[in-house]
């Protein structure tokens, strides 16, 4: 499907992908004031119904970022899932969707400065089966650290805060490496370029804590209720330091796009035998058994776009 037969939802109105448009003087554009989402849709093996994962934990933290960046969103909770759900279903989804929602502020004046009338919401969507498409990857500490919570809060997803993980992703790509590790600005282990990180040591799980200038994931929080709750290991959230990663039996990093993507090596030490891990082997099953509406108790974090 090209983007251009799609529909986008742009500042109340559903019109084709072609006219959702922004001005060049957008503040959006100038200075990346915005803030935005990354929700997935699985489609069910009936091959036809799309279950949405955790809809609700996404606008939850859309509204608190709306909230910290002085945006409005355009409607209550059940307005902004409905806008999202409707967005998916003008497009006759059928298949493993993403849908962006985007908050932003599209003022057209000069200088930099957020105010909640400036907000305009948009929701696009498209296909997505992998976001990284390896079963392992190779991995490296970044020399970028990640921006620090009191500079450009990264818990709000903002739209310009991705240049800090951009440059990280092309420093990493330019080594040879798959995917960037960042470190705060104090040197613990903070997230990836989009993906948080989990590491398994003698059976225990560890992943460093949101105030580690990380995005607040949803992935990560379900991973861990999936882990402790249903698979019965033991978790810990603490600072990780980095040769913590070098001497990991497992590493995983996470996050809507990458779902759940076992970590070969970190700088080039190659982590437990070089394989995917037991628990991170039983975590990837149970998360797909999850998504796929496969775990009865787990159905609640499931809305079905088709009724
Ligand atoms: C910087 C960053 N970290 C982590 C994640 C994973 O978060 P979530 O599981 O909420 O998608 C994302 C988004 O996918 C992200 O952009």
């Known amino acids: 499907m090209l983007h251009a037969d799609m529909v986008t939802y742009f500042n109340g109105k559903f019109v084709d992908d072609a006219d959702a448009t922004v001005n060049v003087r957008s503040r959006a554009l100038n200075?990346?004031?915005?803030?935005?989402?990354?929700?997935?849709?699985?489609?069910?093996?009936?091959?036809?119904?799309?279950?949405?994962?955790?809809?609700?934990?996404?606008?939850?933290?859309?509204?608190?970022s709306a909230r910290i960046l002085y945006l409005k969103l355009p409607?209550?909770?059940?307005?902004?899932?409905?806008?999202?759900?409707?967005?998916?279903?003008?497009?006759?989804?059928?298949?493993?969707?993403?849908?962006?929602?985007?908050?932003?502020?599209?003022s057209e004046k000069l200088a930099p400065v957020l105010r909640e009338?400036?907000?305009?919401?948009?929701?696009?969507?498209?296909?997505?089966?992998?976001?990284?498409?390896?079963?392992?990857i190779d991995v490296a500490v970044s020399s970028w650290r990640r921006v620090r919570d009191n500079a450009i809060p990264a818990r709000t997803?903002?739209?310009g805060v991705y240049l800090n993980s951009a440059l990280a992703r092309r420093e990493a790509f330019d080594n040879g490496f798959d995917e960037a590790i960042f470190l705060t600005e104090d040197g613990k282990v903070s997230e990836g370029s989009a993906e948080h990180i989990f590491i398994a040591r003698r059976g225990v799980l560890y992943s460093p804590p949101s105030t580690?200038?990380?995005?607040?994931?949803?992935?990560?929080?379900?991973?861990?209720?999936?882990?402790?709750?249903?698979?019965?290991?033991?978790?810990?959230?603490r600072s990780i330091g980095r040769s913590e990663l070098y001497v990991a039996?497992?590493?995983?990093?996470?996050?809507t796009g990458a779902q759940i993507?076992?970590?070969r090596s970190v700088d080039r030490r190659v982590l437990g035998g070089g394989q995917i891990g037991p628990m991170t082997q039983a975590l990837k099953t149970h998360f797909d058994n999850v998504v796929h509406g496969r775990v009865a108790h787990r159905t609640e974090w499931l809305t079905p776009i088709w009724r």
Do not use: W
């Open 212 to 237: 580690e200038d990380n995005l607040d994931g949803i992935t990560r929080r379900s991973i861990i209720t999936m882990a402790t709750e249903d698979l019965g290991y033991k978790f810990v959230e």
């Open 157 to 159: 997803k903002p739209t």
């Open 261 to 263: 993507t076992p970590v």
């Open 117 to 136: 009338e400036d907000s305009c919401f948009i929701v696009y969507t498209m296909p997505l089966k992998r976001y990284i498409d390896k079963d392992m």
């Open 75 to 106: 409607g209550s909770h059940a307005d902004v899932c409905e806008i999202i759900t409707e967005t998916i279903r003008r497009n006759e989804v059928h298949f493993d969707v993403y849908a962006r929602p985007l908050l932003i502020s599209n």
């Open 31 to 64: 200075y990346g004031l915005g803030c935005f989402g990354g929700i997935r849709g699985y489609l069910a093996d009936d091959g036809h119904q799309v279950n949405v994962f955790r809809l609700d934990q996404h606008v939850r933290r859309l509204e608190l």
């Open 249 to 255: 039996d497992e590493m995983f990093l996470c996050g």
